[in-house]
């Protein structure tokens, strides 16, 4: 199915559309949009880096945690292991950004 971006908003549209179903902004020409794309974007992708980050985030702080426990192997693994996937999460999200 084709699809257009809103130039208002960036929502996805129907080529069908007369206006944007987020924003009401209308569609310059019926099936002609305003802004044309080559590929749909989905933010879904990005939301996944993000909640790599928040993970990679999470795990670091479980790590500290473990540290104040005495419990340095545990402390280690799960900084490293958190380090790693906020890094992943931020090369991610660079490398699938549509900008």
Not at 58 to 68: D, I, K, R, Y
Not at 90 to 97: E, I, M
Request: charged content about 15%.
């Amino acid at each position: 199915m084709s699809r257009i971006i809103c130039s208002e908003c960036r929502a996805a549209l129907s080529v069908h559309a007369e206006a944007c179903h987020e924003c009401g902004y209308p569609v310059m020409a019926r099936g002609q949009p305003a802004l044309p794309t080559d590929k749909e974007t989905d933010p879904a992708p990005l939301k996944e880096y993000k909640l790599m980050q928040l993970a990679g985030i999470g795990l670091s702080c479980a790590g500290f945690v473990a540290v104040l426990a005495d419990s340095l192997v545990i402390a280690g693994v799960s900084v490293a292991i958190g380090v790693g996937t906020y890094m992943t999460g931020l090369l991610g999200a660079w490398w699938n950004s549509a900008e």
